[in-house]
Nanobody, 119 residues
Framework: QVQVVESGGGLAQAGGALRLSCAASGSIVSINSMGWYRQAPGERALVARIVSGLSIDYAESVKGRFTISRDNAKDTVYLQMNSLKPEDTAVYYC??????????????WGQGTQVTVSS
């Protein structure tokens, strides 16, 4: 069994910073990708992800402001969010695509954490 647990988020002023963390645990053999999505009213959209521990994708709207990083030893991914804007307000979800000990690949979602940026 695998769990994905997020932490961080909260309230920030425009121009401020927040940091999100997401830790995967359980019967993990390998992590294919790990990253963050966000959902304001509307669809859930990619913010940033690390694929196969090598390539990194960012949404255009966060490039230069957000940085994703991963601690492989801890199966944890971080999202450092700088120069926050009110339009960054959303619920942020961690996603991890994991191969487990039964050789099954599954996409797991965290419970979501609210990020609110005031102007």
């Amino acid at each position: 069994q695998v769990q994905v647990v997020e932490s961080g988020g909260g309230l920030a002023q425009a121009g401020g910073a927040l940091r999100l963390s997401c830790a995967a645990s359980g019967s993990i053999v390998s992590i294919n990708s790990m990253g963050w999505y966000r959902q304001a009213p509307g669809e859930r959209a990619l913010v940033a992800r690390i694929v196969s521990g090598l390539s990194i994708d960012y949404a255009e709207s966060v490039k230069g402001r957000f940085t994703i990083s991963r601690d492989n030893a801890k199966d944890t991914v971080y999202l450092q969010m700088n120069s926050l804007k009110p339009e960054d307000t959303a619920v942020y979800y961690c996603n991890a695509v994991i191969r487990d000990t039964s050789d099954t690949v599954t996409s797991y979602w965290g419970q979501g954490t609210q990020v609110t940026v005031s102007s």
